[in-house]
């Protein structure tokens, strides 16, 4: 019988952060950028009752739309990360480039009310270190951690009078591939989990106010760890988004979104290891919120430029760091373009992403758990660049 003991003390202490780790572009592993207009505007949509790419951030928009639509694009990451242990500086090794897809579909019913499927991967992504990296903790140092997951969103939504739109939807969470390794074992599998969405828009004048709720949901995991079979369960944080849109003309708006990640639940998760003790990770992450401002501007019949800005703030405390998840405050910078051939269009943004240097200088001791401890002292330096590309279609 294997003796799992050991890895499941170091390197499944921090299961929960490596289940759902990755270079990623909000506090903790969100990826918000679901559609190549939210990319462009910094992800600040959810007020938004005229571009078709808005309606993942708040299906309430869909009942300012008329006829069919399809909004479908690939979001392109390229992270870089490092960790200086010592003098050293080591990067991530592994993807170059990572492709998140994006696709959503609304269609008008009778009487003011209006359905939407929206399919995307809001959570996940890889960090992958060399060997080497953190010697300290030996063959249980991590060295992959990947999360594959989308989400399948079917919405419904409701006019009530002129002004005023209300959504409810099911959120559907297939976690398709999870991989966890250290230099000397691994641990894979998949699960999934449903919650639910509710969403609200209300337009006055040139304001519109827009808010949309997703809550928590639990994935339950099952695979293996070497040669046992392990288990665990995963709670993904409820979503909070609120918004205030103001359209100055026909072509130029101005919106500034408040959104609120609930990491407080992602506090401890316990392991099912067959053959040998469960496990319990401790995380204790804080609520995180982020500040997004958008802009979107008609330059002709034709042609519209987006521009955004957001600040995101970081859920995970250095009392419980992990290489894993090596998160820090971040600035995200974006411009977009849309260009209408009649009928359809083509979209496209970029955005750079600037990560807080975060320096770790722990001295706790690696056990039983490496979070927070001395195991993963060093400096932490990242930034991402990420390209959307898209199309909207009407029918």
């Known amino acids: 019988m294997p003796n799992l003991k050991p890895f499941a003390q170091c390197g499944l202490a921090a299961v929960t952060a ?6 990623v572009q909000a506090s903790g592993f969100r990826v918000p950028e679901i559609s190549a207009a939210g990319l ?3 992800n600040a949509l959810v007020a938004n009752t005229t571009e078709p790419g808005a309606l993942p951030y708040n299906p309430a928009a869909m009942s300012f739309h008329q006829g069919n639509q399809l909004v479908a694009g690939v979001t ?41 499927l929206s399919i995307n991967a809001p959570f996940g992504l890889e960090t992958r270190w ?5 010697t300290v903790l030996g063959s249980n140092a991590p060295e992959l951690s990947r999360i594959e997951m989308l989400n399948f969103n079917p ?28 230099l000397g074992t691994a641990i894979g599998g998949s699960g999934e989990g449903v919650g639910f969405n509710l969403a609200v828009m209300h337009s006055a004048g040139p304001w519109t106010f827009g808010g949309s709720y997703r809550s928590s949901v639990t994935a339950d995991i099952d695979g293996n760890a070497g040669a046992s079979p392990a288990s665990t369960s995963v709670e ?51 609520d995180s919120t982020a500040y997004r401002l958008g802009l979107t501007w008609r330059v002709s019949d034709r042609t519209q430029l987006r521009f955004g800005y957001s600040y995101d703030e970081t859920p995970q405390p250095d009392e419980w760091f992990s290489a894993r998840v090596p998160d820090n405050d971040r600035q995200l910078f974006s411009v977009g373009i849309r260009q209408d051939m009649g009928g359809w269009a083509i979209e496209a943004g970029y955005m750079y992403v600037t990560v807080d240097d975060r320096t770790i200088n722990s001295t706790k001791l690696p056990a039983p758990e490496p979070n927070g401890s001395l195991a993963y002292n060093g400096k932490y330096e990242s930034s991402v660049n990420l390209l959307a590309i898209g199309i909207t279609k009407r029918f």
């Open 155 to 182: 919405n419904v939504s409701k006019k009530i009078g002129r002004n005023t739109s209300v959504a409810f939807g099911l959120d559907f969470y297939q976690v398709r591939e999870v991989a966890l390794n250290t």
């Open 236 to 286: 993904f944080p409820a979503l909070i988004q609120v918004g205030a849109a103001y359209r100055f003309n026909d072509d130029v708006q101005v919106e500034f979104d408040i959104d609120w990640t609930g990491w407080s639940s992602f506090d401890k998760t316990e392991i099912d290891i067959a053959l040998a003790s469960n496990v319990t990770s401790t995380n204790n992450w804080d």
């Open 76 to 116: 392109l990451i390229q992270p870089d990360m490092s960790v200086t242990i010592g003098g050293t500086k080591t990067d991530t090794v592994g993807k170059d480039t990572f492709v998140v897809p994006n696709a959503y579909f609304m269609g008008d019913l009778k009487n003011g009310w209006s359905w939407g």
């Open 130 to 134: 060399p060997a080497g990296t953190f």
């Open 40 to 42: 462009g505007t910094s």
């Open 18 to 23: 490596a289940i759902l780790a990755g270079p």
